[in-house]
């Protein structure tokens, strides 16, 4: 079964070049996650907020057990 609380985030790096690290644990044990990160042009993302604007998208590009 899958859980919203699953995962834990136990640190997370800065982005570098478009890409940042994420520790995870889970019930299998510790991840280390490479993500590229990229920023998406989105027009009114809000009502609040019509004017164009950006999301960050979080794409996984590398995953390593750790330990």
Do not use: K
Not at 6 to 19: E, M, Y
Not at 39 to 67: H, K, M, S, W
Request: aromatic share 4%.
């Amino acid at each position: 079964m899958r859980r919203a609380d699953a995962l834990q985030v136990l640190a997370a790096s800065a982005v570098v070049d478009g890409q940042a690290s994420v520790r995870l644990a889970g019930p299998h044990g510790q991840l280390q996650v490479t993500v590229r990160v990229e920023r998406v042009p989105a027009e009114g993302l809000t009502c609040a907020n019509p004017r164009p604007g950006y999301f960050l998208a979080y794409q996984p590009v590398r995953i390593d057990p750790v330990g």
